[in-house]
């Protein structure tokens, strides 16, 4: 195999980096100490090679500014909301559990402000319900289908102008923003211009409080 060149490998350890990606569009890098951490961290070499491959990655993102201007207008636009006591359910991907599903939602939708979201993979179904339909769904799909259930859980769904369908970027930075404080999504549900994660109930509050910052 050929081996890669010093702006190569500098290239690819700074798309690897999304904050290295950030100062770079801002232009608050110091290129001497970022070319000795990815010589660090890669079989890079050739210090000035690797600043110069910065700088010019640097200059390949100028058109990010305006980019991130569409993102931030996108933000400021959206509006968030709270739920809490939710339950997720794991069951088969089966014929059987969608026509167990199906009438399962026939009640729910039938009780007022309940909800219930289905997303199919290939081999799995993940269920978001309120917690006082768990009881009767797990009940219903049965130990042969339920692989796992969870409750005591909370999503927060941000709504967001048809903008958001067309900005790239928007929905990495709630995920990030979630990530960088130390919350997990247990399940991130996309639906045209609303944006729904799934988090422990205990970081509810939180989870919450950092998506509301970001669009006020």
Known sequence: ??????????REYISQHPSIVDCLCYDVVNFSA???????????????AVMIACRRFQVELQGRRSKEIDVISTLSNSRVKLKSKVSLVNARNEPRAHQILQRIQQNIVSKKNSMLTVQQGSRVLTIILDEENLAET???????????????????????????????????????????AGIN????????????????????????????????
């Open 34 to 48: 970022l070319a000795r951490k990815i010589m660090e961290e890669t079989p890079a070499k050739n210090e000035e």
């Open 1 to 10: 195999m050929t081996e890669k060149t010093s702006a190569e490998i500098t």
């Open 185 to 216: 999504c247990l399940e991130v549900v996309s639906c045209n211009t609303e944006s729904t994660f799934v988090v422990a109930e205990q970081d509810l509050v939180r989870a919450y409080n950092l998506l509301s910052s970001l669009v006020s």
């Open 138 to 180: 797990v009940s219903a799909l049965g130990k042969e289908l339920v692989l796992n259930s969870r409750n005591r859980l909370g999503e927060i769904t941000v709504e967001s102008p048809e903008a958001i369908v067309e900005t790239p970027g928007v929905l990495t930075r709630f995920s990030s923003v979630l990530s960088e």
